[in-house]
């Protein structure tokens, strides 16, 4: 197995060997082995700050001097901004001023206003229409009427295109002005919310967007942070606060911040704050949401400033009554804005066709109308010129005559181009978002949080899914972690089972009411462990249960009495919260103490030592004095870790080993317990060595880590404990169905690899029998795939046909799990520093510059080349788990997808941490939950539950591809049908561009006669009901596999619609030649014939529909039948005498249909053409579904069967026995809390700096705040 080192190795020199001016060459950098814990570089990180990768610490006195010579020398390159406190006029400055427009400036920096909306009072109008007018078909339809004011080419009225341009563009602004609206009422939701800043030498309520950078402002508990702000102080000791970070990253464990100590000391009060004139130099907003580079300069000293000092916008203020800060980054610089990526302008796969098909026809239209044209200056030369009885009284050429009826039949014709299509789509569109947001089914009853269609425009590309991207944390899980099962002392804990031992199906859950400080949140099912507990008989049990009350780096307070714990992890949350129920509840705790709740009684133990988690100790213990004075450590850890250290002669080693596999079997997370006593004088010894680590001034971490080793070996087993990672409801069976719809799930998280691993098990993407590749597998064969590419490379390799050999033999159940860190040294996106030998601007001669081009393009087309690779393998996996990566990193792999496989994808998070990835897919769905709005702002659908997205795909996409392809087939049908009936008139008109109807029913054909009925299919039509789409997800793949709309299909409507106008206007052309009325007078004029082909043309395109409809409502019937009515009723009027009278040049065909229509003769000839029109199509269908019936016709065709057997239920695929895999478990990203609790920073002492705050009045709003 290749490992990546030499793998850039070779890199370097494939580029090198081309190029020996390695001076000014990039390079990837030769890192070792990537590291499978950490998440990445940032997104926004420089070739600089990589570079400037110094010494690990800086020594102190070092850094006091660099500081003070630098306070007064011009801002460094990457420290640029620059923000004064409670001085507005300063970010005023000429020099901050940026060029708008012309001679508009405004400042660089922001206001805190938010912009979501696209137009104003002013500028809606023109606008809305510019943009209108943007789109082919309606400019098109804009030339088409100027060019029917010309009266020497129109032989159509102006009015047969300007009455439904204008129905078109009304529609289409209508629904423009009520998204906007909708925008415009958000965002003043947001920017009209409130808190207070200083102005006038005071606080003052003000709203958000009328913060400015600089102002100091205060928050609340519970307050949203209305921007980037510098911390200065708090309420809480040393000014600490507690933010949650749930709409930055999902989670919903507190983090907390602390402010510099010069500024906890001295900006406490209202008229300290007042006065504050500090001055920040620091880093340009950019999207790195874990870094922050800047220097505060006050009092004459400069102060370093880091992320941990930072409130972002987004968060939330928690268990900290009030803080203030310094606003550095306002509104659209705010990092959560910055992570936002690109907004960009989705479109579907039917909307790009559909255009290509538009194109087509344009230019079917020009070519049949330039065919016609030719043909008229032809029929001009040999026939008209010498018909007397013909002169118009204009001295035309023939072949100027044949121009301008190249016009008129562009005019005539038009309608091939249908202008009703797009307003028809939009409508269609937007009555299935309603349905979506109506579906109750789709209801999350919990939280009120219906199913929301955000967008309008990409509904039936929810039928079309290859690809979901899921994040984990609250959109897989709901990030509560519960306590299921434990191992103690060898035995099984957690089964349904009484206090005698005796098993039981169905049992009530304990009672905890004997235990003052349970939360009564805990369901725990086996009554023996609580009648173990009270007993006292094996003294193990109540010592697992105080290991778990103390071995922890929690933090509690009280509300209204109860207790209430802060977590740095949702895991350690949930153990600490075991034992209180159990009857071990954590109390408090001092820097030197912590105070536990055993079985009622309150005892207080000295902390001598708190050993903190990292992700390579994987384990964290605490070393404790009891009461009686003996010296005891605890540990907890992964069951890796502890193994190691246990002592040789350790009970119960194998029985655990055996409970792990089986708590492993059932996914759920475990985690094991040990103790050891120690001895006073060993303790000593050891806290000499502990306390010279703690003060080291280099490589401190690594000397502590080593320190804790020696400490912590020769363990005793308690046992171990099984917490589940609560999967929202329906996980694995929304997750099974959606792949027997030949979906791929891929699983996108920053979380750790074991966690995501264990989820993967959860919710049966991976099986037992999954084989799983991780990233050094995948380096290994892509690096071998590109060998024998290179291999198979040469002269003629660009005319050798490309090779698609797999990675993996067929038949195998593969799955990859790959870290961030691997994924960038895969796909070659590791970041680059230039070598440091010479730095050269430009190269110094033409052929440098060749060869270092050509150089790039060779790293370029190497590293393209990979990442198909790499897309390709992953595809070939039935799961592919990708964690620890970045925003940015999910982004790309969507990107990855979208651009080798061509297929269309759709991401779903709830945090901000997916924004850029739902804006990447093709559609982005947000979960709605406690994780925060960012995901949900940017997404295209939300709702509350990811089981909700089997529905969305499976029953409202697949309906509305469905019926998109059938109205998109029918509406191109019906166009060709009544358009080309001109093109068959033309041949016996002389092709002088004479309209075979009437101008009042051009102009209502596609507006009235025929649009209802195909609106209503386009809406409301289903082929199977939403109970058999979900049971039958195969029918999911037409969508994915393009086949009810492509080409193909085009070319069938486009060939029965030339069928259907030859068989429109040659029967009624036949039946007219030599035919003579009951009256005796021949019917056979222009109006009457033109009356009959429009009377059998709108029987038979909504009959027609009536074919094509699935789903049989008595809208529907009505509107088939009322269609045709309609058209009969407005002719009459149309043609009556009355309306002659008053519009005597627009209405000319005075009394045609009374005449023709009570003819016997020409009701014979219409039912005749329609019948001719309609039989081969209803033989066709009939013997399609015979013979060819397709998956949907057979569910149609045994439905009732169907229906009546009981209700399907899916088959349990993942029930497993024993697993040599061991289920890992999730500590905090980051280290706990432990600094904090042993330094005493955030203990409150009796009397804090926060008296001479209360002194001054704020006592009264504490207290409102309590109240």
Same mark, same amino acid.
Not at 294 to 301: K, S
Not at 504 to 510: D, G, R, W
Not at 686 to 713: G, P, Q
């Given at each position: 197995?290749?490992?990546?080192?030499?793998?850039?190795?070779?890199?370097?020199?494939?580029?090198?060997?081309?190029?020996?001016?390695?001076?000014?060459?990039?390079?990837?950098?030769?890192?070792?082995?990537?590291?499978?814990?950490?998440?990445?570089?940032?997104?926004?990180?420089?070739?600089?700050?990589?570079?400037?990768?110094?010494?690990?610490?800086?020594?102190?006195?070092?850094?006091?001097?660099?500081?003070?010579?630098?306070?007064?020398?011009?801002?460094?390159?990457?420290?640029?901004?620059?923000?004064?406190?409670?001085?507005?006029?300063?970010?005023?400055?000429?020099?901050?001023?940026?060029?708008?427009?012309?001679?508009?400036?405004?400042?660089?920096?922001?206001?805190?206003?938010?912009?979501?909306?696209?137009?104003?009072?002013?500028?809606?109008?023109?606008?809305?229409?510019?943009?209108?007018?943007?789109?082919?078909?309606?400019?098109?339809?804009?030339?088409?009427?100027?060019?029917?004011?010309?009266?020497?080419?129109?032989?159509?009225?102006?009015?047969?295109?300007?009455?439904?341009?204008?129905?078109?563009?009304?529609?289409?602004?209508?629904?423009?002005?009520?998204?906007?609206?909708?925008?415009?009422?958000?965002?003043?939701?947001?920017?009209?919310?409130?808190?207070?800043?200083?102005?006038?030498?005071?606080?003052?309520?003000?709203?958000?967007?009328?913060?400015?950078? /600089?102002?100091?402002?205060?928050?609340?508990?519970?307050?949203?942070?209305?921007?980037?702000?510098?911390?200065?102080?708090?309420?809480?000791?040393?000014?600490?606060?507690?933010?949650?970070?749930?709409?930055?990253?999902?989670?919903?464990?507190?983090?907390?911040?602390?402010?510099?100590?010069?500024?906890?000391?001295?900006?406490?009060?209202?008229?300290?704050?007042?006065?504050?004139?500090?001055?920040?130099?620091?880093?340009?907003?950019?999207?790195?949401?874990?870094?922050?580079? /800047?220097?505060?300069?006050?009092?004459?000293?400069?102060?370093?400033?880091?992320?941990?000092?930072?409130?972002?916008? /987004?968060?939330?203020?928690?268990?900290?009554?009030?803080?203030?800060?310094?606003?550095?980054?306002?509104?659209?610089?705010?990092?959560?804005?910055?992570?936002?990526?690109?907004?960009?302008?989705?479109?579907?796969?039917?909307?790009?066709?559909?255009?290509?098909?538009?194109?087509?026809?344009?230019?079917?239209?020009?070519?049949?109308?330039?065919?016609?044209?030719?043909?008229?200056?032809?029929?001009?030369?040999?026939?008209?010129?010498?018909?007397?009885?013909?002169?118009?009284?204009?001295?035309?050429?023939?072949?100027?005559?044949?121009?301008?009826?190249?016009?008129?039949?562009?005019?005539?014709?038009?309608?091939?181009?249908?202008?009703?299509?797009?307003?028809?789509?939009?409508?269609?569109?937007?009555?299935?978002?309603?349905?979506?947001?109506?579906?109750?089914?789709?209801?999350?009853?919990?939280?009120?949080?219906?199913?929301?269609?955000?967008?309008?425009?990409?509904?039936?590309?929810?039928?079309?899914?290859?690809?979901?991207?899921?994040?984990?944390?609250?959109?897989?899980?709901?990030?509560?972690?519960?306590?299921?099962?434990?191992?103690?002392?060898?035995?099984?804990?957690?089964?349904?089972?009484?206090?005698?031992?005796?098993?039981?199906?169905?049992?009530?859950?304990?009672?905890?009411?004997?235990?003052?400080?349970?939360?009564?949140?805990?369901?725990?099912?086996?009554?023996?462990?609580?009648?173990?507990?009270?007993?006292?008989?094996?003294?193990?049990?109540?010592?697992?249960?105080?290991?778990?009350?103390?071995?922890?780096?929690?933090?509690?307070?009280?509300?209204?009495?109860?207790?209430?714990?802060?977590?740095?992890?949702?895991?350690?949350?949930?153990?600490?919260?075991?034992?209180?129920?159990?009857?071990?509840?954590?109390?408090?705790?001092?820097?030197?103490?912590?105070?536990?709740?055993?079985?009622?009684?309150?005892?207080?133990?000295?902390?001598?030592?708190?050993?903190?988690?990292?992700?390579?100790?994987?384990?964290?213990?605490?070393?404790?004095?009891?009461?009686?004075?003996?010296?005891?450590?605890?540990?907890?850890?992964?069951?890796?870790?502890?193994?190691?250290?246990?002592?040789?002669?350790?009970?119960?080693?194998?029985?655990?080993?055996?409970?792990?596999?089986?708590?492993?079997?059932?996914?759920?997370?475990?985690?094991?317990?040990?103790?050891?006593?120690?001895?006073?004088?060993?303790?000593?010894?050891?806290?000499?060595?502990?306390?010279?680590?703690?003060?080291?001034?280099?490589?401190?971490?690594?000397?502590?880590?080593?320190?804790?080793?020696?400490?912590?070996?020769?363990?005793?087993?308690?046992?171990?404990?099984?917490?589940?990672?609560?999967?929202?409801?329906?996980?694995?069976?929304?997750?099974?169905?959606?792949?027997?719809?030949?979906?791929?799930?891929?699983?996108?998280?920053?979380?750790?690899?074991?966690?995501?691993?264990?989820?993967?098990?959860?919710?049966?993407?991976?099986?037992?029998?999954?084989?799983?590749?991780?990233?050094?597998?995948?380096?290994?064969?892509?690096?071998?795939?590109?060998?024998?590419?290179?291999?198979?490379?040469?002269?003629?390799?660009?005319?050798?046909?490309?090779?698609?050999?797999?990675?993996?033999?067929?038949?195998?159940?593969?799955?990859?799990?790959?870290?961030?860190?691997?994924?960038?040294?895969?796909?070659?996106?590791?970041?680059?520093?230039?070598?440091?030998?010479?730095?050269?601007?430009?190269?110094?001669?033409?052929?440098?510059?060749?060869?270092?081009?050509?150089?790039?393009?060779?790293?370029?087309?190497?590293?393209?080349?990979?990442?198909?690779?790499?897309?390709?393998?992953?595809?070939?996996?039935?799961?592919?788990?990708?964690?620890?990566?970045?925003?940015?990193?999910?982004?790309?792999?969507?990107?990855?997808?979208?651009?080798?496989?061509?297929?269309?994808?759709?991401?779903? /998070?709830?945090?901000?941490?997916?924004?850029?990835?739902?804006?990447?897919?093709?559609?982005?769905?947000?979960?709605?939950?406690?994780?925060?709005?960012?995901?949900?702002?940017?997404?295209?659908?939300?709702?509350?539950?990811?089981?909700?997205?089997?529905?969305?795909?499976?029953?409202?996409?697949?309906?509305?591809?469905?019926?998109?392809?059938?109205?998109?087939?029918?509406?191109?049908?019906?166009?060709?049908?009544?358009?080309?009936?001109?093109?068959?008139?033309?041949?016996?008109?002389?092709?002088?561009?004479?309209?075979?109807?009437?101008?009042?029913?051009?102009?209502?054909?596609?507006?009235?006669?025929?649009?209802?009925?195909?609106?209503?299919?386009?809406?409301?039509?289903?082929?199977?009901?939403?109970?058999?789409?979900?049971?039958?997800?195969?029918?999911?793949?037409?969508?994915?596999?393009?086949?009810?709309?492509?080409?193909?299909?085009?070319?069938?409507?486009?060939?029965?619609?030339?069928?259907?106008?030859?068989?429109?206007?040659?029967?009624?052309?036949?039946?007219?030649?030599?035919?003579?009325?009951?009256?005796?007078?021949?019917?056979?004029?222009?109006?009457?014939?033109?009356?009959?082909?429009?009377?059998?043309?709108?029987?038979?395109?909504?009959?027609?529909?009536?074919?094509?409809?699935?789903?049989?409502?008595?809208?529907?019937?009505?509107?088939?039948?009322?269609?045709?009515?309609?058209?009969?009723?407005?002719?009459?009027?149309?043609?009556?005498?009355?309306?002659?009278?008053?519009?005597?040049?627009?209405?000319?065909?005075?009394?045609?249909?009374?005449?023709?229509?009570?003819?016997?003769?020409?009701?014979?000839?219409?039912?005749?053409?329609?019948?001719?029109?309609?039989?081969?199509?209803?033989?066709?269908?009939?013997?399609?579904?015979?013979?060819?019936?397709?998956?949907?016709?057979?569910?149609?065709?045994?439905?009732?069967?169907?229906?009546?057997?009981?209700?399907?239920?899916?088959?349990?695929?993942?029930?497993?026995?024993?697993?040599?895999?061991?289920?890992?478990?999730?500590?905090?990203?980051?280290?706990?809390?432990?600094?904090?609790?042993?330094?005493?920073?955030?203990?409150?002492?009796?009397?804090?700096?926060?008296?001479?705050?209360?002194?001054?009045?704020?006592?009264?709003?504490?207290?409102?705040?309590?109240?």
């Amino acid at each position: 197995m290749s490992q990546p080192g030499p793998e850039s190795a070779r890199c370097l020199q494939f580029a090198s060997s081309m190029n020996s001016e390695r001076d000014s060459e990039t390079t990837f950098e030769e890192d070792s082995q990537p590291n499978d814990e950490v998440v990445p570089y940032s997104d926004d990180e420089t070739e600089d700050e990589l570079e400037d990768q110094g010494p690990a610490v800086e020594p102190e006195q070092n850094r006091v001097n660099r500081e003070a010579e630098e306070q007064r020398e011009p801002p460094r390159k990457d420290c640029t901004w620059q923000v004064k406190a409670n001085d507005r006029s300063f970010h005023e400055q000429p020099h901050f001023m940026n060029t708008k427009f012309f001679c508009i400036k405004e400042s660089k920096y922001a206001n805190n206003a938010i912009k979501t909306y696209k137009y104003n009072a002013f500028s809606f109008l023109p606008m809305n229409l510019f943009e209108q007018f943007k789109r082919a078909a309606n400019f098109y339809f804009l030339i088409l009427l100027i060019l029917q004011a010309i009266p020497q080419i129109s032989t159509l009225a102006w009015y047969t295109t300007l009455f439904p341009l204008l129905v078109v563009l009304g529609i289409t602004a209508m629904k423009d002005l009520v998204d906007d609206v909708a925008r415009h009422k958000m965002d003043n939701e947001i920017n009209n919310r409130t808190c207070e800043v200083i102005k006038d030498g005071r606080f003052k309520v003000t709203k958000w967007k009328e913060i400015q950078v /600089g102002d100091i402002i205060r928050l609340k508990k519970n307050d949203f942070i209305p921007a980037d702000i510098l911390l200065l102080s708090s309420s809480e000791p040393n000014s600490l606060c507690y933010v949650e970070t749930a709409e930055l990253d999902g989670e919903t464990n507190l983090k907390f911040k602390m402010a510099l100590e010069i500024t906890h000391q001295y900006l406490q009060r209202e008229n300290a704050l007042t006065t504050f004139d500090g001055f920040i130099e620091c880093e340009e907003p950019n999207n790195r949401l874990d870094k922050f580079t /800047g220097t505060l300069f006050w009092r004459n000293t400069s102060f370093p400033l880091d992320a941990d000092k930072i409130l972002l916008r /987004g968060c939330v203020i928690r268990n900290t009554d009030f803080c203030h800060g310094m606003v550095i980054f306002a509104g659209a610089d705010t990092k959560i804005m910055k992570n936002s990526g690109k907004t960009r302008f989705k479109r579907t796969k039917i909307d790009y066709l559909m255009n290509y098909m538009v194109y087509t026809i344009f230019v079917v239209l020009i070519l049949v109308s330039a065919g016609l044209a030719i043909g008229h200056a032809y029929w001009e030369a040999q026939i008209g010129n010498n018909s007397w009885y013909l002169y118009d009284g204009e001295d035309y050429t023939p072949s100027y005559r044949g121009f301008l009826n190249f016009w008129g039949y562009i005019i005539i014709l038009n309608t091939m181009v249908p202008i009703s299509l797009y307003v028809s789509v939009e409508v269609i569109r937007l009555g299935q978002s309603y349905f979506i947001n109506w579906d109750l089914q789709m209801y999350y009853p919990d939280k009120d949080t219906p199913a929301k269609a955000r967008t309008t425009t990409l509904n039936e590309q929810l039928g079309q899914i290859h690809y979901i991207f899921s994040d984990k944390t609250g959109t897989l899980t709901q990030n509560i972690m519960t306590f299921k099962k434990c191992c103690i002392n060898g035995q099984i804990y957690g089964d349904h089972r009484d206090a005698s031992q005796n098993n039981h199906s169905k049992i009530e859950p304990v009672d905890f009411s004997w235990n003052m400080f349970a939360d009564g949140k805990l369901a725990f099912y086996d009554h023996y462990l609580i009648e173990q507990i009270h007993s006292g008989k094996e003294s193990e049990v109540r010592q697992f249960f105080f290991l778990l009350a103390v071995c922890h780096t929690v933090m509690v307070d009280r509300i209204d009495g109860q207790l209430n714990y802060q977590a740095a992890s949702p895991d350690e949350g949930a153990l600490v919260s075991a034992a209180r129920n159990f009857g071990f509840a954590f109390l408090a705790r001092t820097q030197n103490t912590i105070t536990i709740s055993e079985l009622g009684t309150e005892r207080t133990y000295d902390v001598l030592a708190i050993l903190d988690f990292n992700s390579d100790r994987k384990r964290m213990s605490i070393i404790v004095r009891t009461p009686e004075g003996n010296i005891r450590l605890y540990c907890k850890g992964a069951d890796t870790v502890i193994y190691e250290r246990l002592h040789q002669m350790s009970p119960t080693k194998q029985e655990t080993q055996d409970a792990l596999d089986i708590f492993a079997s059932e996914t759920l997370r475990t985690l094991c317990l040990c103790y050891k006593e120690i001895e006073e004088k060993e303790y000593e010894e050891w806290n000499k060595k502990f306390m010279a680590a703690s003060i080291a001034s280099t490589n401190r971490d690594e000397a502590l880590d080593k320190v804790y080793e020696e400490i912590e070996k020769d363990l005793i087993l308690l046992g171990a404990t099984a917490i589940e990672d609560k999967l929202q409801d329906g996980v694995p069976e929304t997750i099974s169905k959606l792949a027997k719809a030949d979906i791929k799930i891929w699983v996108l998280t920053g979380d750790k690899k074991e966690t995501a691993e264990n989820i993967g098990f959860a919710c049966e993407l991976l099986t037992e029998d999954t084989t799983i590749c991780y990233g050094e597998d995948i380096n290994a064969l892509l690096h071998t795939r590109m060998e024998n590419q290179r291999n198979r490379g040469g002269v003629y390799a660009k005319f050798a046909p490309p090779v698609h050999e797999p990675f993996f033999p067929s038949g195998e159940n593969r799955a990859l799990i790959i870290t961030g860190s691997w994924l960038n040294e895969i796909l070659l996106e590791k970041k680059t520093k230039r070598s440091k030998i010479l730095k050269l601007k430009f190269p110094r001669t033409e052929e440098e510059r060749r060869m270092r081009t050509q150089s790039k393009r060779r790293l370029e087309a190497r590293k393209e080349q990979r990442q198909k690779n790499f897309v390709d393998l992953a595809c070939e996996c039935s799961a592919v788990i990708c964690c620890r990566v970045t925003p940015k990193q999910k982004a790309m792999v969507v990107d990855l997808v979208k651009r080798y496989k061509k297929a269309i994808t759709l991401a779903i /998070g709830d945090g901000a941490n997916d924004v850029n990835m739902i804006k990447t897919a093709h559609i982005g769905v947000g979960i709605s939950g406690q994780e925060g709005m960012q995901a949900v702002m940017s997404s295209d659908y939300s709702f509350a539950q990811f089981r909700y997205l089997q529905r969305l795909l499976l029953v409202h996409g697949r309906w509305s591809y469905i019926r998109m392809c059938k109205f998109l087939r029918y509406f191109f049908y019906k166009n060709f049908a009544f358009t080309l009936v001109h093109f068959w008139y033309s041949f016996f008109n002389g092709y002088s561009a004479q309209t075979a109807y009437e101008d009042w029913f051009i102009t209502l054909y596609n507006v009235l006669y025929s649009s209802l009925p195909v609106l209503l299919m386009g809406l409301l039509d289903q082929d199977v009901s939403d109970k058999l789409s979900l049971r039958f997800p195969g029918l999911y793949v037409v969508g994915q596999r393009d086949l009810l709309f492509n080409y193909k299909k085009f070319f069938v409507s486009l060939v029965h619609g030339i069928l259907t106008s030859m068989i429109l206007f040659f029967i009624p052309l036949g039946a007219y030649l030599q035919t003579v009325g009951q009256d005796g007078e021949a019917p056979s004029d222009y109006q009457s014939f033109a009356v009959t082909i429009a009377s059998a043309l709108i029987i038979t395109v909504n009959f027609q529909i009536g074919l094509d409809t699935s789903y049989w409502t008595f809208v529907n019937a009505f509107s088939i039948f009322g269609s045709i009515a309609l058209y009969f009723g407005i002719m009459f009027d149309f043609h009556s005498a009355g309306i002659h009278v008053l519009f005597p040049s627009a209405f000319q065909f005075t009394g045609t249909a009374s005449n023709a229509l009570r003819q016997p003769y020409i009701w014979l000839t219409i039912i005749l053409t329609v019948a001719v029109c309609l039989l081969p199509v209803v033989a066709i269908r009939f013997l399609s579904m015979t013979i060819w019936p397709s998956e949907s016709d057979k569910i149609q065709k045994h439905r009732k069967r169907l229906k009546a057997e009981e209700q399907w239920k899916r088959r349990q695929v993942f029930r497993r026995g024993v697993s040599s895999r061991r289920s890992a478990y999730a500590f905090s990203h980051q280290r706990g809390y432990a600094d904090l609790i042993s330094s005493g920073r955030s203990i409150r002492k009796k009397r804090s700096p926060l008296d001479a705050i209360i002194a001054d009045g704020t006592a009264e709003y504490r207290r409102t705040v309590e109240s």
